[in-house]
């Protein structure tokens, strides 16, 4: 006999355990255990994490922990009245899904027979109740999947520290995004061209498209209409008081006109164009700025990174750290920058530094 079966015949609980076939071992149980320990706690504190702890699980109803979000299925079948013994958890550990349809335990089941023996003895040893337990009136497989529909659990407010952690993390939200829904998501394209999916197009064949999608709010020549942006035009504005900024204009680089044609336009349509679509508006739109003058221009993954946009050599990186007011001083000051004892010499109400409203009033002047 394995010594908690000792302590538990010493404390006088007699062990219900004559249904079943095979001797239990609740140290051997114990082992097997550790393929539940992921999703369940159990033993003195244990609380619920992604499954219901399992202390006083023999006898207990099922979905009855409070503050634990079952699924339909396992409420549904505890509403209809199954109590977890030796026989329910042995089918429902056997094959849980086979046993209960829609449970979101997921676990695929204990396949040998010794295992599960063991395993309930060992749960069992955290059952104080468990000699009471073994009720045959506990409703069958049947039964269970023809219990009445369930009265909405009505789960008490759970303080948040003790709220179970949910699988998919502590901040209860949401779930880990899949490969392939990553993957449609990730469709930026980088200046040097990384990112830039295999297709071509001509300026011949980029003008229809344009004509039909694009040219209602950009106009036929990308002059656009009324308030919608202009695409072409505005070469050397850029020093004016209103300059015009254009993708022949102003934009760096060839990239971010694909990149944001195919994510975002046509406008209220994004994402209807094919990546081929794409490449020939974006060569069309290079033809209406005078960019390249070839009706038959190709633009294609392969030459894409051959045409350079005007006014890229006026973007330079952000090098801050060699700016000349930087090199000097290489680390700020922080700390007792100012020489000599720091005064409050005047209050910024009484000084007035916002600016006056036509009433003469400062506006953000105090009462
Ligand atoms: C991947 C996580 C996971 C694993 C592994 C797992 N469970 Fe569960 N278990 C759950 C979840 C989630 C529920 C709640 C199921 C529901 O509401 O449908 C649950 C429910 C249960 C219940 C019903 C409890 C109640 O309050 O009604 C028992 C009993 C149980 N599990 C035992 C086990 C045992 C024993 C093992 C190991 C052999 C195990 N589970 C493995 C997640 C898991
Ligand atoms: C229904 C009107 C509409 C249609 C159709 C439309 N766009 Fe746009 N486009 C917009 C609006 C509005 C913006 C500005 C969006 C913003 O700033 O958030 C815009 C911005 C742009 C820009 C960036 C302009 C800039 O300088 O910021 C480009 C390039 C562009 N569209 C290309 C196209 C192309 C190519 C098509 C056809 C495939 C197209 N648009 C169809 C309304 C439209």
Redesign the pocket.
């Known amino acids: 006999m394995s010594k908690s079966l000792k302590l538990f015949a010493a404390i006088g609980l007699i062990l219900a355990s004559t249904s079943l076939a095979q001797a239990q071992d609740a140290d051997a149980g114990a082992k097997v255990f550790k393929k539940c320990k992921a999703c369940h706690a159990v033993g003195d504190g244990a609380r619920n994490r992604v499954g219901p702890h399992l202390n006083s699980v023999f006898g207990r109803k099922a979905a009855s922990i409070e503050g634990f979000k079952y699924s339909k299925a396992m409420s549904v079948a505890g509403s209809g009245g199954l109590v977890w013994n030796d026989e329910t958890l042995a089918a429902f550990l056997t094959k849980p899904r086979k046993m209960m349809k829609g449970t979101k335990m997921a676990f695929s089941g204990l396949k040998k027979e010794k295992d599960r023996a063991n395993l309930l003895a060992f749960l069992k040893s955290f059952s104080p109740d468990a000699a009471s337990a073994a009720a045959p009136e506990t409703p069958k497989k049947q039964e269970i999947a023809a219990a009445p529909a369930p009265t909405e659990p009505k789960a008490k407010p759970v303080a948040a520290k003790d709220a179970p952690i949910p699988e998919h993390g502590v901040f209860h939200l949401g779930r880990a995004a899949l490969v392939e829904e990553v993957k449609a998501w990730d469709i930026d394209i980088r200046p040097d061209g990384q990112g830039l999916p295999t297709g071509r197009g001509t300026v011949a064949q980029g003008e229809p ?2 004509t039909e ?2 040219a ?3 106009g036929d020549f990308g002059e656009g209409t009324g308030r ?4 072409a035009g505005g070469q050397n504005t850029l020093t004016d008081e209103r300059p015009e ?3 022949g204009s102003y ?1 760096p680089y060839l990239s971010t ?1 694909y990149d ?2 195919r994510r ?6 994004a994402r209807s ?1 094919s990546d081929d679509d794409v490449y020939a ?1 974006t060569a069309y ?1 290079l033809f209406l700025n005078d960019i390249v003058t070839d009706e038959e221009f190709e633009l294609s993954n392969e030459n894409f990174n051959n045409t350079r946009l005007p006014n890229e050599a006026n973007f330079f990186a952000d090098n801050r750290k060699e700016e000349p007011q930087n090199t000097a001083r290489s680390e700020p000051c922080m700390t007792d920058c100012k020489p000599g004892k720091a005064e409050v010499t005047m209050r910024a109400r009484v000084l007035d530094v916002t600016p006056d409203s036509k009433e003469g009033e400062g506006a953000g002047a105090i009462e």
């Open positions: 498209i344009y999608n694009c209602v709010c950009h919608w942006p202009i695409l900024k254009t993708i934009w006109v944001y044609i975002a336009m046509p406008f209220g349509d164009l508006v739109l």
